[in-house]
């Protein structure tokens, strides 16, 4: 991702107020995660990981590196970068962080503070075996054209819901990830419009 690319990206989530939730401490579990944009072979790609099989939580769904806070976390940021060390191997100081994507819910009671990052590309990562099974990049333009947009219909709190998820490579990105990175969309979509006006 060149400088001028982070930098619209930057204005772009600085611009877009975050959708956020009030956070009962009782009912929801802080958690985060960093969504990753960074170059590779030419294009931006967002990072993603197949979570493991062998974890209780979500085994085998597609999600951003990250997790719950811990104690001795000092912010949602912290947990997003110590997660993504211990996930995939990456290195905090290596991170420039370029914004806050906004807070998001989920049905097993967490609340996902999300974190926009990018690093030097390529990068190497280290894929930790225990909590990760794959890595995936999915090309930021094939987000941007909604190529792999589809309806995810499910029941919450009673009453049928409509949301985002994407398909890519034969994975389907659903839950809170593919809100995520349809917030992503919208806030680059919103950037563009600025622009032209």
Known sequence: MDRSAREALRRALAEAPPPSVA???????PAAVLVLVYGRAGEDVVLLSRRSEALEEHPGEV?????????ADGSPLQTALREASEEVGLDPSDVEVL?????????????????V??????????????EVDSLMEVPLAELMDRRGLRD?????DGDLAVLPSFAHGGNLIFGATARMLDRLVEVLDASRVRAAA
């Open 23 to 29: 956070v009962d401490g009782a009912a929801l579990r």
């Open 63 to 71: 999600s951003f590196p990250g997790g719950r806070r811990e104690a």
């Open 99 to 115: 914004g806050e994507l906004g807070r998001f819910t989920t049905l097993s009671d967490y609340a996902i503070s999300a974190f």
């Open 117 to 130: 990052g990018t690093v030097d590309g390529p990068y190497e990562f280290t894929v930790n075996g225990a």
């Open 152 to 156: 995810d219909v499910r029941v919450v």
